[in-house]
Every structure is written in structure tokens, then in C-alpha cells.
């Protein structure tokens, strides 16, 4: 089976600082509960770990970018345990590690990096970029919209963006000025719209039509 990289984008406005005794007494952030579940359905099969799979998270009001590398990948268990430990080293290592390279990846764990980033500047790396939501916003009307999943060539190089508890209004302007390129689509889910889907279950959908269509 011939399988292309898939490259998932989360954006999101903050991430609460919070301890391994927080998760350990149950007291994990409902919002890393969240993120944690968009890693499960991004990288777990019921008996592997998809390696092809690059896994980002963009928080905005820090400017940092959390890098989850599928092929390097160590320590990520399918479980909400592990992975919102993994996410505390990371919170916790990045105030450290700015103050020596701010713009350059720093290794978390095997297959984490993290760094300060500008979100116009990653998104210049990819030829597609894919909006998937349920709904579409008016003030991204300029941007062509996709009516089926079905549109998006499977042979070609995406990166999927799911917005997660984000203040949306600060984001459209800069992917506005992406859509001048032509290069920003918005994959409007309309069969999900009415369950009111979770960010987990957009990236699920995503995950299954690939894994359908690869040959």
C-alpha cells in the first residue's frame, strides 16, 4: 500500500500550564483532553501507530509551534496518560529553550520539537492548504469551498487545519492573504454539522477517507 505524508494543523488560542500531579489526581485541562483526543484519531490504527502522519499544534497567543514527527515518534501511547505528559515537557521546556533559539526546533521527547514560530511563514510550506470545519464562516467567503472530501486529490501534498477553542477573528486575515495564491480551501462538512462534531472527529473523517483510497 502506497501511503502519502498527511501533515494535521491545529490551531488553538492558549494551552494552561499544568503538572504531572494535575493529571495523576484527574485534574487534566479539559482543553489538552481535547487536543490529546485529536492525537489519538490522527495517529492510532487498532494495532499501529501511523507513521506517515505529521502532527502540529499552532498556539497563538504564545506564537509556538509544537511538531509531532509520525516516523521519529517514541513514548506516544494511545492513551490521554501519555500524551498529555508528553505535552507538559514540552510546555515546560519551552520558556528555557527560547532564550537560546527562539526560531530554531528544539527536541522535546524522540519526535516532538517545539519552537517559536510565525503562522503566515509555516504556511508558505505547503502547495494545499485544507480548512476542515462544519460550518463556514462568513468572513472566508472569498475562499473556494469543497463540497466532499472526495475533491481532494489523494496523490497530492495537504496540510489539514482544524480550528480548536480559538478565537477565530484573529486568524482570518492571514489566511486571507494566503487565498490570494489560490492555494486555501475550505471543506465544509455539512453531514457533521448537525452532530456538532468535535475537532477528534473532523480529523477521524479525514484519517478514514485516506486510508479508503490508498492503493
Not at 498527511?6 to 485541562?29: C, E, S, V
Not at 509556538?64 to 513514548?75: N, T
Not at 521527547?109 to 476542515?132: A, H
Not at 472569498?142 to 478565537?167: A, Q
Request: with cysteine.
Amino acid at each position: 500500500m502506497k501511503t502519502n505524508l498527511r501533515n494535521f494543523l491545529i490551531l488553538i488560542d492558549n494551552l494552561p500550564t499544568y503538572t504531572k500531579k494535575d493529571i495523576d489526581q484527574g485534574n487534566t485541562p479539559e482543553i489538552i483532553t481535547k487536543l490529546c483526543l485529536c492525537l489519538k484519531e490522527a495517529y492510532f490504527l487498532a494495532f499501529k501507530i501511523r507513521k506517515y502522519v505529521n502532527f502540529y499544534i499552532f498556539i497563538e497567543n504564545e506564537n509556538i509551534l509544537i511538531k509531532f514527527e509520525g516516523r521519529y515518534l517514541k513514548y506516544l501511547g494511545p492513551d490521554e496518560r501519555s500524551q498529555s505528559l508528553l505535552l507538559e515537557r514540552v510546555l515546560r521546556k519551552r520558556n528555557l529553550t527560547f532564550n537560546n533559539k527562539p526560531k530554531v526546533y528544539s527536541k522535546s521527547t524522540p519526535g516532538i520539537f517545539f519552537k517559536k514560530g510565525n503562522l503566515s511563514e509555516f504556511l508558505d510550506e505547503f502547495p494545499n492548504i485544507v480548512i476542515v470545519n462544519c460550518e463556514k464562516p462568513e468572513e472566508l467567503n472569498e475562499i473556494e469551498s469543497l463540497n466532499n472530501i472526495s475533491e481532494i486529490l489523494i496523490n497530492e501534498n495537504y496540510l489539514f487545519v482544524f480550528l480548536l477553542n480559538l478565537n477565530k477573528e484573529s486568524i482570518w486575515s492571514i489566511l486571507l492573504e494566503h487565498n490570494l495564491s489560490k492555494r486555501i480551501y475550505f471543506l465544509e462538512m455539512s453531514y457533521l454539522k448537525k452532530r456538532k462534531s468535535s475537532c477528534s472527529e473532523r480529523i477521524l473523517y479525514v484519517n478514514y477517507y485516506f486510508d479508503s483510497n490508498e492503493i
